[in-house]
């Protein structure tokens, strides 16, 4: 009940494309759903979160899509570029037990030219 | 203002030696959170400490591994008599106030092997 499924595990995607990563999770305590963007050799960063009573969390190209009643969310990438290419990881918590952070596998991105 | 530093980078210890992980938090920080990264594995939480107390340690293994937080000095992980599958690299990530909705800031890791 506290895993969070991510998926697809690797995503390739065009320059200028849209690329969308999609969580899913169990536990309806959660309340507090950030996205994670890690370089290689670096240690995550956070890139943008979201809480559910908000559907939708826009931050420049970066889009976050919530749907409560389905547990699950996603991060949209528009015009991605080469410079995204990295292992964007999704993530949740609960204010109850706010040093428990639950992440999900991850999923590596490459933005081809 | 520097960020969460860890020490060392890179990491290589033989079976059964000891490994210490350093992490000083960034300044104004008094929250540390260790996570482990396994090989195309997401984060797993191990520990959680304010100077001096660890919080929670609910992740991190019953036997062998050691954390710290003292009040002068960085956040120290300890794993001892280490074994092939102690190899992952370790995060350290420190918040002005407790959890995450004070802002989480990672610093870049200490991997480990152990050969």
């Known amino acids: 009940q506290q895993q969070v499924k991510q998926s697809p595990q690797s995503l390739i995607v065009q320059k200028g494309g849209i690329s969308i990563i999609n969580c899913a999770y169990e536990n309806t305590a959660f309340d507090y759903f950030p996205w994670y963007q890690q370089f290689p050799g670096k240690g995550p960063a956070l890139l943008i979160a979201i809480r559910p009573d908000v559907s939708e969390k826009k931050e420049g190209r970066f889009t976050i899509s919530f749907n409560k009643s389905a547990k699950q969310f996603s991060l949209h990438i528009m015009d991605s570029q080469p410079g995204d290419s990295a292992t964007y990881f999704c993530a949740a918590s609960m204010e109850t037990s706010y040093d428990k952070v639950i992440f999900g596998p991850g999923t590596s991105l490459s933005v081809i030219p | 203002n520097a960020g969460v530093m860890q020490n060392p980078r890179h990491l290589v210890r033989r079976r059964g030696q000891e490994a210490r992980l350093r992490c000083s938090p960034m300044k104004g920080h008094s929250h540390v959170y260790w996570y482990r990264q396994l090989p195309e594995e997401g984060l797993k939480f191990m520990v959680y400490?304010?100077?001096?107390?660890?919080?929670?340690e609910s992740g991190m293994p019953k036997e062998r591994f050691s954390a710290e937080f003292p009040k002068e000095g960085p956040s120290i992980l300890r794993i001892q008599q280490v074994v092939r599958g102690d190899s992952a690299a370790y995060f350290c990530a420190s918040s002005p106030s407790a959890g995450i909705y004070g802002g989480y800031t990672f610093g870049s890791g200490t991997r480990l092997t152990v050969v």
């Open positions: 400490l304010q100077k001096e107390n660890i919080i929670d």
